[in-house]
C-alpha cells in the first residue's frame, strides 16, 4: 500500500484533477487523501465568520460562490453540465448548518470544524466521482468515521490505536485497491467533527500510511521538492535532495511550510519514507525524508507572517518565577494558542505566537492573573538555521528587530516590519 496526499492547489481547477488522475493511473493499492479544492477552507472561514456575526444573507452569498466554483470544475471534468447529486446534498447540508444552528461563541471551535470540514468532502466526493468515470474504480470513504481523535476542536490528534480497527475495516471486502479518503478532518468521540489544525492533511495522510504499513507516503506539491525558503520571498531558494527525521521536526517547529510538524512521529514509528514531489511533473524525485538521511548544512530560512508577540510581566516587577510560567502556559493551552519562540528576563516573558481570535481573550485572563501585557500586533518571525555572516548582514542586521535569539545554529527574530 502506497499513500498519496494532494493538496488544494494541485486539485484546484479541472486540469489539476485531470494531473491527478494521471498520477495515480495503474496504481491498484493505493489510499489517496485529498485537500479542499484551491482556496475553499479560505472561502468556507468566511462563511463561517459571517454565521459568527450572524449575517445569514452574506453566509449564503459565500456558498453560492463556492458552489458556483465546484460546479465548474465539474462541468469541465464530464465534458457537459453535470449535476452530483452527492455533491448537491452537502451544499444542502451546508446551508441547513447556516441557516438553522443557534450559534453561541462558546461552540466557535465546534463549528468552525463542522463548517470547513465540508472542503474535503466535496473535493474527494468530485474526485472519487470523477476516477470511478474514467475507469480508476475506487472507494470513497468519511474520514470522520475512521480517524477517531481525541474531544478538541480545531487542533485534534488521532487516536492511532482506536482508529486502526475502524480503518482496517472499512477497507476490507471492497473488491478495489483504491481509495479517497479526506484530509485535514475527524470524528471526535462525542461524534462531532474535528479538523487537525491548518495543513492536517499531511497528518491525516501519515496516519493512514502508520495504521495501513504503507512501503512510502508521498505528498504531491507545486514545486520541485522541499526547498531551503519560500522562493516567493526568498528568489535564491534551493532544493533539499534530502532530510532525516529530526530534521525536519525542527524545521515545521519554526514555521517551514514543509510538513506539518504532527506528520513525521506516525512516519518515524514504523520508519516509512515521504516523498516531497512535483505534481506537475511524477517523473521527478523530489525531496525524500527518511530516518537515515545525512543532516542538512545548508543554510535554510522560514519566516512566518501573521504573529503576534506579547511581552507579559508582573505588576510589581517581580522576577518571573516558575509557578507564573505554569499559569501563563495553561492559560496558552485554554485559549488553544501556539507559542513559536519564548525569551525571557528577570521581570518579563516574551512570547510570539500565532495571531488567533482568541488573543484578546487571553490577554483579558492574563490580566486577571496580576500581569500586564503589551501586544504588538502584526510582527513577523524569521529563522535561519545554519546561518552564516552574509544571510546575518542581509536578513537580520538590516532589518527591525523586536527580539533577537543568537546560538551557533541559528538565529531568530521578531521583525516589525520585514523587508527582504
Same mark, same amino acid.
Given at each position: 500500500?502506497?499513500?498519496?496526499?494532494?493538496?488544494?492547489?494541485?486539485?484546484?481547477?479541472?486540469?489539476?484533477?485531470?494531473?491527478?488522475?494521471?498520477?495515480?493511473?495503474?496504481?491498484?493499492?493505493?489510499?489517496?487523501?485529498?485537500?479542499?479544492?484551491?482556496?475553499?477552507?479560505?472561502?468556507?472561514?468566511?462563511?463561517?465568520?459571517?454565521?459568527?456575526?450572524?449575517?445569514?444573507?452574506?453566509?449564503?452569498?459565500?456558498?453560492?460562490?463556492?458552489?458556483?466554483?465546484?460546479?465548474?470544475?465539474?462541468?469541465?471534468?464530464?465534458?457537459?453540465?453535470?449535476?452530483?447529486?452527492?455533491?448537491?446534498?452537502?451544499?444542502?447540508?451546508?446551508?441547513?448548518?447556516?441557516?438553522?444552528?443557534?450559534?453561541?461563541?462558546?461552540?466557535?471551535?465546534?463549528?468552525?470544524?463542522?463548517?470547513?470540514?465540508?472542503?474535503?468532502?466535496?473535493?474527494?466526493?468530485?474526485?472519487?466521482?470523477?476516477?470511478?468515470h474514467i475507469g480508476t474504480r475506487n472507494r470513497w470513504l468519511d474520514m470522520r468515521t475512521t480517524l477517531l481523535t481525541n474531544?478538541?476542536?480545531?487542533?485534534?490528534?488521532?487516536?492511532?490505536?482506536?482508529?486502526?480497527?475502524?480503518?482496517?475495516?472499512?477497507?476490507?471486502?471492497?473488491?478495489?485497491? $483504491?481509495?479517497?479518503?479526506?484530509? #485535514?478532518?475527524?470524528?471526535?468521540?462525542?461524534?462531532?467533527?474535528?479538523?487537525?489544525?491548518?495543513?492536517?492533511?499531511?497528518?491525516?495522510?501519515?496516519? $493512514?500510511?502508520?495504521?495501513?504499513?504503507?512501503?512510502?507516503?508521498?505528498?504531491?506539491?507545486?514545486?520541485?521538492?522541499?526547498?531551503?525558503?519560500?522562493?516567493?520571498?526568498?528568489?535564491?531558494?534551493?532544493?533539499?535532495?534530502?532530510?532525516?527525521?529530526?530534521?525536519?521536526?525542527?524545521?515545521?517547529?519554526?514555521?517551514?511550510?514543509?510538513?506539518?510538524?504532527k506528520t513525521i512521529k506516525p512516519l518515524q514509528n514504523k520508519n516509512i519514507p515521504l516523498f516531497v514531489r512535483p505534481f506537475?511533473?511524477?517523473?521527478?524525485?523530489?525531496? $525524500?525524508?527518511?530516518?537515515?538521511?545525512?543532516?542538512?548544512?545548508?543554510?535554510?530560512?522560514?519566516?512566518?507572517?501573521?504573529?503576534?508577540?506579547?511581552?507579559?510581566?508582573?505588576?510589581? #516587577?517581580?522576577? $518571573?518565577?516558575?509557578?507564573?510560567?505554569?499559569?501563563?502556559?495553561?492559560?496558552?493551552?485554554?485559549?488553544?494558542?501556539?507559542?513559536?519562540?519564548?525569551?525571557?528576563?528577570?521581570?518579563?516573558?516574551?512570547?510570539?505566537?500565532?495571531?488567533?481570535?482568541?488573543?484578546?481573550?487571553?490577554?483579558?485572563?492574563?490580566?486577571?492573573?496580576?500581569?500586564?501585557?503589551?501586544?504588538?500586533?502584526?510582527?513577523?518571525?524569521?529563522?535561519?538555521?545554519?546561518?552564516?555572516?552574509?544571510?546575518?548582514?542581509?536578513?537580520?542586521?538590516?532589518?527591525?528587530?523586536?527580539?533577537?535569539?543568537?546560538?551557533p545554529e541559528s538565529v531568530r527574530v521578531v521583525l516589525r516590519s520585514a523587508q527582504f
Open positions: 500500500m502506497k499513500v498519496y496526499k494532494f493538496g488544494g492547489a494541485s486539485v484546484r481547477n479541472a486540469d489539476g484533477v485531470r494531473n491527478l488522475a494521471n498520477i495515480v493511473a495503474g496504481e491498484d493499492d493505493l489510499f489517496i487523501i485529498v485537500s479542499a479544492m484551491g482556496k475553499t477552507t479560505n472561502a468556507l472561514e468566511r462563511v463561517f465568520g459571517h454565521m459568527q456575526k450572524g449575517e445569514k444573507e452574506e453566509a449564503n452569498n459565500e456558498i453560492k460562490q463556492v458552489q458556483e466554483y465546484h460546479a465548474e470544475i465539474i462541468d469541465e471534468l464530464w465534458g457537459e453540465h453535470t449535476d452530483l447529486n452527492e455533491v448537491t446534498l452537502l451544499f444542502g447540508q451546508l446551508r441547513n448548518i447556516v441557516n438553522d444552528i443557534v450559534y453561541r461563541k462558546s461552540d466557535a471551535e465546534l463549528w468552525y470544524d463542522t463548517i470547513v470540514a465540508f472542503g474535503e468532502l466535496i473535493s474527494t466526493t468530485i474526485i472519487s466521482k470523477y476516477l470511478n474531544q478538541r476542536h480545531k487542533d485534534a490528534n488521532v487516536n492511532i490505536k482506536a482508529s486502526t480497527m475502524r480503518l482496517r475495516s472499512a477497507l476490507e471486502n471492497t473488491g478495489v485497491g $483504491v481509495f479517497v479518503g479526506q484530509g #485535514f478532518i475527524g470524528g471526535a468521540p462525542d461524534g462531532t467533527t474535528t479538523t487537525l489544525g491548518r495543513e492536517g492533511s499531511d497528518y491525516s495522510a501519515a496516519v $493512514v500510511a502508520h495504521i495501513l504499513n504503507a512501503e512510502s507516503m508521498s505528498v504531491w506539491k507545486d514545486v520541485d521538492g522541499v526547498l531551503n525558503a519560500d522562493p516567493k520571498i526568498f528568489k535564491d531558494a534551493i532544493k533539499i535532495d534530502a532530510l532525516n527525521y529530526l530534521d525536519t521536526i525542527e524545521l515545521a517547529y519554526s514555521g517551514a511550510q514543509i510538513i506539518h510538524p506537475g511533473d511524477k517523473t521527478k524525485p523530489g525531496t $525524500v525524508i527518511s530516518g537515515d538521511a545525512p543532516h542538512v548544512t545548508m543554510p535554510i530560512m522560514i519566516y512566518k507572517r501573521d504573529q503576534v508577540l506579547l511581552i507579559i510581566r508582573s505588576k510589581d #516587577f517581580s522576577f $518571573v518565577m516558575e509557578e507564573q510560567f505554569a499559569v501563563i502556559f495553561s492559560l496558552l493551552e485554554r485559549f488553544r494558542i501556539k507559542t513559536h519562540l519564548i525569551n525571557n528576563s528577570a521581570v518579563d516573558l516574551g512570547l510570539c505566537v500565532d495571531a488567533s481570535w482568541h488573543i484578546d481573550s487571553l490577554i483579558e485572563a492574563l490580566e486577571a492573573e496580576g500581569f500586564e501585557v503589551e501586544k504588538n500586533d502584526n510582527v513577523g518571525l524569521l529563522t535561519i538555521r545554519n546561518y552564516n555572516d552574509d544571510l546575518y548582514d542581509r536578513y537580520v542586521r538590516k532589518q527591525q528587530h523586536i527580539v533577537r535569539q543568537v546560538n
